[in-house]
């Protein structure tokens, strides 16, 4: 039951975009973000959407997939939405009542922002539904390599991101076990109030952190035994390495976000 | 010169606990093992036979006494990771000594520690893989695979460092049956086509009696070294100490005591159906 929760949207497939070097991948993925923020009009957000969906048919990645995404930021968006309109008070006034003034700048800001953040959003998703979390760590690793010159201890924070990811099927496993362990004694989990669940909740937490402990410990012995030094003077198994469809990807963004800069000089 | 790969002299170790006095776990271990040789160590729980394997990897220190292993001194800490990849370890628990979530990537894992470069990882990765049979298996997440093949994945990790020499802290005891034949399978097959030496630590009787030469711990010493058909003669004295012998030893060992004539030097079933029809037969 627990088994089949899924590590971060991985949404395994071989389409182009899966291809492309996740380090281009992650660096394209700012360019997009940059581009929807310096846009200031819907000419800028048409050629986000434009680019968002050539991208997103391109993965082969089923639509419903991005509307999932967007629903957990739905209440957001709502208000955002209501708080622009109520707040915005200049422009023609389409209706007014009492206090509550409705303006036409307002709801263009409205509409604006949604269309905005729903893109930022499925931008984004598209990174890690085409990239396992595995190899997103390595990417983020070598990209903040240089990084390493001021002290900043980036092997070893992606050497900790991949062993967390690494163990999350394991400790999930063992959750299992314990809850069926306390089940067996007659603990209640699944019933009675919030506050007792929480209470009862203990009882699997701490056999599960202790254990998870004693795991660490193994675990560096083992390491240990395996010769780990830290970063310094590995080599990898995992080669990336950037292709010419990673330099034409890398510059379709470019261009994309310079028409955008394009279109707000020209609307000012 | 020898052709002795590991060397334990007069091995003396305790650990210091807090609020008890130090107790000595190992007294006075001493312990040649040639190369190519494939040892058990038997011994009841706290007899201090991880400890004593502990040592050979330099996780432990000596407190007083030498281990050499090829040559090289386990205290030296230049040469450190030379030692460790001359020996491997392979711990009971295989969920807690796999660091990566695909399977070859972990078994590269070693090499990548030692900067071994691109071409010649892919190569020793693919043979480790394909000599502990799990090579279909490489882009596999080791949370897909049975106890007994995420085993002989991080046997794998050890062996893509091409050690001298692995030792294996009771690498079955946490295995079903069948994974339990599949680790044995292929620890015998390391010795048997590579030379490798493998000092395995374990508690199973029927692991012991496959292996060339069985050491018998207990409290901190060696109290019986010879091939196993010898030490398992010891029926009596092997379970003094909490230890069992193969079945059909200790069958041969209860009919010698009601006074037939049978010889307790028996550790396989085949040898034991044989003897008891020579014995009906007579």
């Known amino acids: 039951m627990l088994k089949d929760i899924t590590i971060g ?22 360019v997009y973000i940059l581009m929807l923020f310096t846009g200031e009009n819907f000419i800028c957000l048409a050629i986000g959407a434009f680019f968002t969906i050539i991208a997103i048919v391109m993965s082969k990645i089923p639509l419903k997939m991005f509307i999932k995404s967007i629903k957990p930021i739905f ?9 622009n309109i ?13 206090f509550i003034k409705i303006t036409v700048d307002g709801v263009n800001i409205s509409v604006f922002m949604i269309i905005r953040i729903t893109l930022l959003i499925m931008g984004s998703s598209l990174l890690t539904y085409t990239t396992s979390p595995i190899t997103l760590t390595d990417a983020i690793e070598r990209l903040l390599s240089p990084l390493k010159k001021i002290k900043v ?18 400790l999930i496993e063992e959750t299992d076990k314990i809850m069926s362990a306390q089940k067996a004694r007659g603990a209640e989990i699944d019933t009675g109030s919030l506050m007792t669940r929480a209470k009862n909740l203990v009882a699997i937490l701490i056999p599960l952190f202790v254990s998870s402990f004693r795991r660490a410990d193994e675990l560096a012995t083992a390491m240990e035994c395996r010769c780990y030094n830290g970063g310094e003077g590995r080599t990898r198994l995992r080669q990336l390495k950037s292709t010419t469809k990673d330099y034409v990807a890398l510059a379709i963004a470019i261009a994309f976000y310079a028409a955008a800069i394009v279109v707000n000089i020209i609307m000012k | 010169m020898t052709n002795n790969i590991i060397e334990i002299k007069d ?3 305790s650990y210091n606990s807090e609020d008890k006095k130090p107790s000595e776990v190992l007294k006075g271990i001493n312990l040649d093992i040639k190369e190519g040789e494939f040892v058990a160590i038997l011994g009841h729980n706290g007899s201090g036979k991880s400890t004593l394997a502990k040592h050979i990897n330099a996780i432990l220190l000596p407190a007083s006494g030498k281990v050499f292993v090829n040559g090289i001194d386990t205290s030296d800490e230049n040469r450190l990771f030379e030692l460790r990849q001359c020996a491997g370890m392979v711990f009971q628990n295989p969920d807690n000594q796999i660091v990566s979530s695909i399977v070859e990537e972990d078994v590269a894992f070693a090499l990548e520690n030692l900067g071994v470069p691109y071409e010649e990882m892919r190569k020793r990765v693919d043979d480790a893989l394909k000599a502990v049979n799990m090579y279909d298996y490489r882009l596999h997440s080791p949370a897909q695979l049975s106890g007994g093949q995420k085993q002989r994945v991080a046997i794998a990790g050890i062996i893509a460092m091409r050690p001298k020499c692995i030792i294996l802290d009771e690498p079955t005891a946490m295995l079903d049956p069948q994974g339990r034949r599949e680790v044995m399978g292929v620890i015998r097959k390391m010795n048997r086509e590579q030379g ?13 009696a496959q292996c060339g030469r069985v050491v018998v711990m207990d409290k901190g010493k060696v109290i019986l070294d010879n091939t196993p058909r010898a030490v398992f003669s010891h029926v009596a004295e092997m379970k003094k100490i909490g230890l069992d012998v193969p079945q059909v030893t200790e069958l041969a060992w209860e009919l010698k005591k009601a006074g037939i004539d049978i010889s307790t030097e028996i550790i396989t079933e085949q040898e034991c159906v044989d003897m008891l029809v020579k014995l009906l037969n007579k």
């Open chain 1, 86 to 98: 109520l707040f915005v008070r200049t422009g023609d006034v389409l209706f007014e009542w009492r």
């Open chain 2, 11 to 13: 091995l003396h170790f």
């Open chain 1, 75 to 83: 209440p957001f968006l709502l208000l955002t939405a209501i708080l």
């Open chain 1, 9 to 30: 949207q991985f949404f395994p497939g071989e389409s182009i975009i899966h291809r492309l070097d996740p380090r281009f991948k992650i660096v394209i993925t700012l």
């Open chain 1, 153 to 170: 201890p980036v092997h070893e924070l992606a050497m900790m991101m991949s062993i967390a990811l690494r163990f999350i099927p394991t």
């Open chain 2, 196 to 208: 490798v030496t493998i000092v395995l630590i374990t508690h199973y009787m029927d692991e012991a």
